[in-house]
């Protein structure tokens, strides 16, 4: 069994900033991929940043300058860090790991998500 488990979320002025965090854990033998994707009300989910275990990243374009995303791959953890919040950016926040585990494979994971709220 593999878990996702993100913190950070939470409420925010535009121009405000805030660092989501995820952990992976489990029967985990290789992490290739983590990273986050963001679903807003009646919209598609979609990526927000990734970064590999080489350290490669990719970002949404609508993000880039704004947000940064690290990881951890001793603590199986992701980071990803958001300033200057703007209100387009309210949704809910998923971590996903793209990663092989002992038992299943390689798969994608999915964490529960996270709401993100950014309001005058």
């Known amino acids: 069994q593999v878990q996702l488990v993100e913190s950070g979320g939470g409420s925010v002025q535009p121009g405000g900033s805030l660092r989501l965090s995820c952990v992976a854990s489990?029967?985990?033998?290789?992490?290739?991929?983590m990273g986050w994707y963001r679903q807003a009300p009646g919209k598609q989910r979609e990526l927000v940043a990734v970064v590999t275990s080489g350290g490669d990243t990719n970002y949404e374009d609508s993000v880039k300058g704004r947000f940064t995303i690290s990881g951890d791959n001793a603590k199986n953890t992701v980071y990803l860090q958001m300033d200057s919040l703007k209100p387009e950016d309210t949704a809910v926040y998923y971590c996903?790991?793209?990663?092989?585990?002992?038992?299943?494979?390689?798969?994608?994971?999915w964490g529960q998500g996270t709401q993100v709220t950014v309001s005058s």
């Open positions: 996903y790991a793209y990663l092989t585990a002992w038992t299943s494979g390689t798969l994608d994971y």
């Open positions: 489990g029967n985990i033998f290789s992490m290739r991929t």
